[in-house]
């Protein structure tokens, strides 16, 4: 078996080197698994919930939610 200067054989080297890039891996991957739905805007909402709530606080009527809609559609 061959040893180095310091003791360990090379592949613990190589070995750390995995566990470290294994690492990261996961936490890359559990982040992006928990925010790959909001992405960048995370708490903002679209547009089709805003005109819903705006329907039900009564900022608008009827007639204009379902223009406003059919316009968001397009």
Known sequence: MYWSHYGFHPFFGFLFFILIFG????????????YRFSGCFHGREDAFSLLQKRLVNGE????EYLRL???LKR
Not at 26 to 34: K, N, P, Q
Not at 60 to 63: A, K, P, T
């Open 23 to 34: 690492f990261f891996f996961l936490l890359r991957f559990f982040m992006w698994r928990r």
């Open 60 to 63: 608008i009527n009827e007639e």
């Open 69 to 71: 809609k059919e316009v």
